[in-house]
Structure formats: C-alpha cells, structure tokens
C-alpha cells in the first residue's frame, strides 16, 4: 500500500538508510537545507567538515559519472523509469533526454534531496518513488526506458525478468553492473572503487559474456556490453569490449608520463588486450538492451568516451589511431561551453594569419545532448607527453608554450592601455568566494588579447620541434588580460614539482633555485617580446585561475558545485599573498 512520506509516494515501510559516508544526523540535515536553500549552498554548509566530503559532493552533483550518455542517447526517450537514483544527479541528467523521470530508490531521505534539488532546469519533470526493485508499483509496458544501477546486485537475472515487463516492446534496458574482479572486492583493494556500497557478492558469471548471455535469455535480441573504466563509481573511460584499440589509447598516455613502471604496464595490458583475457575482466559493465531502436543523429562505430569537466570527449578510433573527435556536452548546463569553443575559433580561423593553423579544424554539430563539435584530430603527441620533467625540460615547455603565446598575442592583441589601480583590483576580485585582488598603488600598463583559458602542455600539440595544434578552447574569451595564458601555463608547469601548489609557486617565482632562475627567464622574455612589464605580470598572476573560475560561474557549471571551484579560490588567493615576495620584476 502507498503513503506519502515528506511529499513523496512510499511503498516502502520504513527508511532504508544506505550511506556510508553520512551519518543519519548529517543526511537528515542535508535533506533539510535542501529544501530551504539552493542545492549548491545546502551542500556546502553541511559537508564542510564532513571526511567523504569530495566523495558526496561527486555523487551528488559530478555529471562526469554519466559519460556513457553518447553511447546510449538514441535509446532514451519518452517515459523513463531511473533505478537506484540515490540524490538524483543521474535522473536529471536523464530528463533532458526523456520525457518523464520515475526516480526510484530505497533511500528516503536521498530521494529528499532529489525532489528538492533545484541545479537543473529539467527536474520538474522528475516523480520520486520511494521503492525497492521488488516492488515497483508500475503496470506492464509502462516505460519507453529503464535505466538501473545493478551495482552490487547479487541476483541480475531475475532483477532483469522483472523489469523487463515494465518496458514496452521497442523500449530499452540499460544496466550497470559488477564484473567479477569488484564484486571479488579487488578494486577496493586497490583503492579504484568509490562506490557507497559495501557489499561484495560473488557475482556470477561478472563477465561482459555473461551478462550478454542473461540480457539475450530475458528476451532482448540487441545487446551491446561496454566497460566502464577503472570502475563504474569512478569512470574516466567508456568503450565496447569488443574495441581492440581502447585500451592501447588508454594506457599510452599513461606510458609517457610513468616513464620504465608505465611501459612495462603499457605493454602487460596490451597483451591481455590481445589474448581476449582482459576483456573478460573489466571491473564494472554498461549493458545496453532493446529489441527496437532509433538510428542517432549521428552513429559511432568503435567509440573511446574520455570523461570531462564539461563534455564527453568521444574518439572515433580505427586500426590508425584516432579518425575522428566528437566534444559532447555532458548536461544541457554545460552546453554553453562547446558552443562559446564553437565561436571562438571560428572567429579565429576566418583570418588568414599564419598562427590560425595551430587551432584545430572543427563544425558545430547537434546531438541530442546539445549542440557539439566535431574536431579534425591533431597531429603530433602532447607537449608534456614529448618533454620530460626535469628542469630542463621545465624550461624547454615554457620557452615553447611562451614562443607560441608571443606569436598569438602579437598578431590579435590590443594596443597597450593604462588601468588604475581601481580597475586592476576590480578586474581581479571574485565576490562570491571573497576573493580578494592583490594591493595595486599605481597605474599599470598592459593590453588585452584572446585567451585560449586552458593553456597547459597537454593541451599543447607538438612534432619536429614545431607547436602543431593547440586544442580544447571552451575557456577561450576575446578581450582579457594576456596572463591568463602565460600564468597558466607556467602554474601547470610548475606542478611537475614535488611540492604543493603554495610550495611550487614560492620555489617558481620566490626562491633563488634553478627552477626560479629557468621560470624568471623564460617569463621575462615573454614580456619583453609582448611589451608587457614585469610587475603587470605578477599582479594580473591571479587571473590563470580567476579567468576558469568566473566563466564556471557564469554558466553555473557543476564545477562551482565541487571542491575544483574551491581549490582555484584556495590558489589565487595564493598567489595574491605571494606576490610581494616574486622577484620578476625584482
């Protein structure tokens, strides 16, 4: 029998409480901050000191845990039925591709939260159920789409005789689920699962296989199983286990920056890969089922998803390498980033300056995820995967990524200007955060530029001693300060260091140590090559970091919801105590 509990239907006699990570105290405390503040505030206020607290803060709020959607997003419509929705962060994500979200889980007080929450326009569409899979109160062919975290599950097989009568003929079944190497507890011994389950059950048979073999049985004539890498509950990869590629591309990057140890690793997952063993044993599975569906607007064939802050990067590979890119908003919050990517080097490209050829071909493309873009890959090997990480090859990064930078800002920077010391301070000040601008006591000159907003050596193509592209420009703006190029890059660099962030900053900029004489070098040769004094250089330092932060703000990416948004606050603040200290200009 249903009751309403809190304003949400219950077919569950009592509360089943299901974190790990919050005491029943902490969420009874969320769920009422929920419901009298923004989403963001409520979770701030209530995990600050809580020990999982970048853990929760992923689960409620990290759309990079859904990178699986370009796989799938042909097979979502119409009326959906989200199993084990936790906090929601996934049903919302869904109901900008279906019609209707039935959110479900056993977790009341999650549900709280799911029904409240208030980061994405589409959650009115959103019906919380307070339920278990055993008693769904739904009528045979009653969802379009089923989508359900069978982590953890002990019994797939029945669960999926179950829901499959929920869904009607042509609809689709998408499950995750453990292979047998988590639900042995391995990835928990070696520190790659975070899930909030404890449970560890001996899942047979745990293979992509075995669960193609279950799906087929239960009456799904299409099956395609895809490995969620490292583990469901933290994935940075997505593809088909029948890619051979996948893993190759995976682990290459790893190989140059582990040296010997990521070599030898390279080569022993490259040989599983090549005897079938390892695709018997991915940690965790996205199995996707239907008997009827829709062609997508655009069809992938041996796909490599690569999670991102704002987009899924999807790589078409090929026996080659890599045929073709697709950049996939991962929520309609993050559009805006592919589309000002979109804008920004168009606009670049209509030129006929020589430098344009660094910025990766690419077209606007529609999906049903938002508007995307399509990129010509680049050719060459990131910069920071060419170079080692001694201090030389710390100097040889800056002179290369400073001559690119001396080029650009030459060709599309403004004439020089004066600011105030008010204008200084007003421009490099972030009010929401209380961050402050660092002390400015007389005019200063500078200019302004396009920015490309993420300038770091990965980002930073290069082949035959020759910068061959420059990618990923969705932080790209026209009209700020030159710095926010030139500081990011050397802050990116100058984490190659041991040391914190405080600590690297201080041995780069402060000391008098080999890595400081290199930076200082390198730096003021950049400004005298773009007419810009030293002192501009240190003060406008802050807006590397203020630069991303202000635009996640200004899109309300789900950035400003994680500690990421924290820990740039935490180093330009940094950087504002330090600069008096800075012998650039000394």
């Not at 049903?91 to 980061?119: G, H, M, Q, T, Y």
């Amino acid at each position: 029998m249903a009751v309403e509990r809190d304003g949400i239907v219950s077919f569950q006699p009592k509360e089943n409480r299901t974190s790990q990570r919050l005491s029943d105290h902490e969420l009874d405390e969320l769920v009422e901050a929920v419901a009298n503040q923004s989403t963001r505030n409520a979770a701030g206020a209530i995990l600050a000191e809580n020990e999982h607290r970048t853990e929760i803060l992923t689960e409620l709020f990290d759309v990079q845990q859904e990178l699986w959607q370009p796989l799938v997003a042909n097979h979502i419509g119409g009326r959906c039925l989200d199993l084990h929705t936790g906090y929601g962060r996934r049903s919302v994500v869904l109901s900008e591709l279906a019609d209707s979200i039935f959110a479900v889980d056993p977790s009341l007080a999650k549900l709280r939260v799911a029904a409240k929450r208030d980061d994405y326009a589409s959650s009115d569409r959103i019906v919380p159920i307070h339920t278990t899979d055993e008693r769904l109160p739904f009528r045979n062919d009653w969802f379009d789409t089923i989508v359900a975290d069978l982590t953890g599950n002990t019994a797939i097989e029945p669960t999926l005789d179950r829901l499959k009568r929920y869904l009607t003929d042509d609809g689709s079944l998408i499950f995750m689920a453990d292979g047998w190497p988590r639900s042995a507890g391995l990835t928990s011994l070696f520190g790659l699962d975070g899930s909030d389950s404890t449970e560890t059950a001996d899942l047979l048979p745990g293979t992509a296989a075995g669960y193609r073999s279950i799906a087929q049985t239960a009456g799904f004539d299409d099956v395609s199983v895809y490995a969620l890498f490292p583990t469901a509950s933290r994935p940075l990869y997505a593809f088909d286990v029948e890619c051979e590629q996948a893993i190759p591309k995976i682990f290459e990057s790893y190989a140059n920056e582990n040296g010997f140890v990521g070599d030898c690793i390279k080569e022993a997952m490259n040989v599983l890969n090549s005897s079938g063993i390892l695709k018997r044993c991915y940690p965790s599975l996205l199995v996707v089922c239907s008997n009827e569906s829709d062609e997508p607007s655009f069809q992938f064939t041996n796909p490599l998803v690569i999670s991102g802050r704002t987009r899924s990067v999807v790589l078409e590979l090929d026996s080659s390498g890599v045929n073709e890119i697709y950049k996939i908003p991962n929520s309609s919050v993050h559009e805006p980033f592919t589309a000002r990517e979109n804008h920004i080097t168009s606009s670049l490209c209509e030129t006929d300056e020589e430098i344009v050829a660094t910025i990766p071909g690419g077209e606007a493309i529609d999906s049903r995820l938002g508007q995307a873009r399509k990129v010509t890959p680049a050719t060459g090997q990131p910069l920071d995967e060419e170079i080692g990480r001694d201090p030389e090859s710390f100097e040889r990064v800056l002179e290369i990524g400073f001559d690119w930078l001396i080029d650009f800002q030459r060709t599309f920077g403004s004439e020089p200007t004066i600011k105030t010391p008010a204008e200084v301070r007003n421009s490099l000040q972030f009010q929401p955060l209380n961050v402050d601008p660092p002390a400015v006591d007389s005019p200063v000159k500078t200019f302004t530029t396009p920015v490309h907003g993420d300038f770091m050596s990965s980002n930073i193509y290069y082949e035959d001693g020759t910068i061959t592209a420059v990618i990923d420009w969705e932080y790209g703006a026209f009209g700020e300060s030159p710095v926010v190029d030139a500081g990011h890059l050397l802050f990116n660099t100058a984490a190659w260091i041991d040391g914190d962030f405080a600590e690297n900053v201080r041995t780069v900029l402060c000391g008098r140590n080999e890595y400081a004489e290199r930076a200082r070098a390198c730096v003021r040769s950049y400004c005298e090559a773009v007419g810009l004094p030293y002192r501009t250089f240190e003060l406008y330092l802050p807006s590397a970091y203020l630069h991303q932060l202000t635009v996640d703000w200004q899109y309300n990416s789900v950035s400003t919801c994680t500690t990421r948004t924290e820990a740039h606050a935490r180093r330009i603040q940094t950087i504002v105590e330090t600069i008096d200290d800075m012998k650039i200009s000394k």
